[in-house]
Structures are given as structure tokens and as C-alpha cells.
Nanobody, 118 residues
């Protein structure tokens, strides 16, 4: 099982920013298709935050468009989520993933807590 390591979560005030990163603990021995982030708040469904293809095409959940930006470093197998203008409703556990190009399998991180509160 691929182990993904997330960092950058924490407590931030409304209007503030956080930068999340996610990378494999070790080397990945398959080609990676999409990479991205989902989030889940207590009592809520897990929703797409952002995804990015190997050539840099992106898509975002409606609630974060214009505020979040996803990027990737293919050489380092790393995916970044820059979160700006944070709102209380952004509070959730954020999960990163990588998708195998060959099998389509999703590999998930354990999640990192983001709390937006004054």
C-alpha cells in the first residue's frame, strides 16, 4: 500500500491562508494520473476540493473556486493545495490522493485537520 504523508493543516482565522502538501513516504513505482484533495466535515459527505492532471489541467469544487489553487511537482510526486480567503465552512479533514494511471486505483492519505475559526 502506498503511504501518503500530508502536512500543513492547522487552525487559521477566517480570511487567512494555509498551504497543504502531500507526498509519498517512499518511492512510487507506477505512473501517476490525477492527484488531488477531498475533504469531509463531521456529518457531511466527502466532497471533491480540487484535482490536477499530469499536464496541469485542474478542476475545483464549486465552493472553493477562486479561493484555492492546486499544483503538482511531477518530479517529486507532490501535490499542493494553496487555500486563501478561508471561511468557517472550509473546516474539515482534508485527504490527499494519487491515482494510478494503469489501474485507476486511488491511494489516500490519512487526512489533515483544517479548522477555520476566530
Amino acid at each position: 500500500q502506498v503511504q501518503l504523508v500530508e502536512s500543513g493543516g492547522g487552525l487559521v482565522q477566517p480570511g487567512g491562508s494555509l498551504r497543504l502538501s502531500c507526498a509519498p513516504c517512499g518511492n512510487i513505482f507506477f505512473a501517476i494520473n490525477r492527484m488531488g484533495w477531498y475533504r469531509q466535515a463531521p456529518g457531511k459527505a466527502r466532497d471533491l476540493v480540487a484535482a490536477i492532471t499530469p499536464d496541469g489541467a485542474t478542476n475545483y469544487g464549486d465552493s472553493v473556486k477562486g479561493r484555492f489553487a492546486i499544483s503538482r511537482d511531477n518530479a517529486k510526486d507532490t501535490v499542493i493545495l494553496q487555500m486563501n480567503s478561508l471561511k468557517s465552512e472550509d473546516t474539515a479533514v482534508y485527504y490527499c490522493y494519487v491515482q494510478s494511471r494503469g489501474s485507476g486505483t486511488f491511494y489516500w492519505g490519512l487526512g489533515t485537520q483544517v479548522t477555520v475559526s476566530s
